[in-house]
C-alpha cells in the first residue's frame, strides 16, 4: 500500500488518431518545434504537485520516448514502461511502475498536448480532498439525441447540466486500484477511468477548466495546438 502523499505522473503515450493518415501515433506528432509528448512532459515538469512521471507507450516506442527525453529535458520522468492496446491494461502497466511513495496519481492522455501545470495541480488538490479529481469542460451550446440525422425525442438536452470528462485525471492510487479491478469483474471496456468510479460507489469530483484542453483527433487540431502552445 503507498504510503505519504506524493503525487506521481502517469501519462498514456500509446494512442493514435483515427481521423489523422493512416492514424498516426498522437504522442509523437510534431507541434511546432516539438512533439506533443515533449509538450505534455514540459507541464509536468513545471507542476510542483509533481513527485515524478511513469511514460506508457508502445513497445517498439520506449527508445524513442527516452531520446525525446534526453532532448527536451525533462528531469521527473523516472520510467518508460510498455503500454497495451486496451487502455486499461496499459493504466495497470503504469501503476505497477510508480515508486512506493506514489500515493496520488495523475492519468493523462499525451493525446492532449496544451494541458497546463495549474490543471494538473487542480485535479491533484482535488484527488487529497475527496479521492479523485477530473478535469472537465460544461458544454454551453444546445444538445440532442439523434437517430441518424433525426432527434429521438421531441426534447433537447439543454435543460441539463452536460460536461465533458477529460484528462488529466487524479485519483487517490488505493482507489485507482479498486477501480480497475472492478471493471475487470464487469469486463468493462474503460475509455476514461472516471466511467469506474460508479462501480466502487464513488462520485466523480469534477474541475472546472477554463483553459482550451485541446484533443489531437484530426489535422486541424494540429494547427490549432500550434498556435496555443509555446
Not at 23 to 37: D, H, M, V, Y
Not at 145 to 150: F, I, K, L, Y
Not at 166 to 181: A, I, N, S, V
Amino acid at each position: 500500500m503507498a504510503q505519504g502523499s506524493s503525487v506521481w505522473g502517469l501519462i498514456l503515450a500509446t494512442g493514435r488518431g483515427q481521423q489523422l493518415t493512416s492514424g498516426a501515433e498522437t504522442a509523437f506528432l510534431g507541434i511546432g518545434s516539438r512533439p506533443a509528448l515533449a509538450h505534455v512532459l514540459a507541464a509536468f515538469e513545471g507542476c510542483a504537485e509533481i513527485e515524478a512521471v511513469v511514460v506508457v507507450a508502445a513497445r517498439e516506442r520506449l527508445d524513442d520516448v527516452r531520446a525525446l527525453n534526453r532532448r527536451f529535458g525533462a528531469a521527473k520522468m523516472a520510467r518508460v514502461v510498455p503500454g497495451f492496446q486496451a487502455r486499461r491494461a496499459s493504466v495497470r502497466a503504469g501503476l505497477e511502475a510508480l515508486g512506493e511513495d506514489a500515493a496520488f496519481v495523475v492519468v493523462h492522455d499525451a493525446a492532449r498536448p496544451c494541458v497546463k501545470p495549474a490543471q494538473i495541480a487542480a485535479v491533484a488538490q482535488a484527488a487529497r480532498r475527496h479521492g479523485n479529481g477530473v478535469m472537465a469542460a460544461q458544454v454551453t451550446e444546445p444538445v440532442v439525441e439523434v437517430s441518424g440525422r433525426a432527434m429521438k425525442s421531441d426534447r433537447g438536452l439543454w435543460d441539463r447540466a452536460i460536461w465533458t470528462l477529460q484528462t488529466p485525471q487524479c485519483y487517490r492510487r488505493e482507489l485507482l486500484e479498486k477501480m480497475l479491478k472492478a471493471a475487470d469483474r464487469k469486463r468493462l471496456k474503460i475509455e476514461d477511468e472516471a466511467a469506474a468510479l460508479p462501480l466502487v460507489g464513488e462520485s466523480i469530483r469534477l474541475v472546472p477548466t477554463e483553459f482550451l484542453n485541446l484533443r489531437l483527433r484530426a489535422a486541424d487540431d494540429l494547427a490549432l495546438a500550434a498556435q496555443l502552445l509555446p
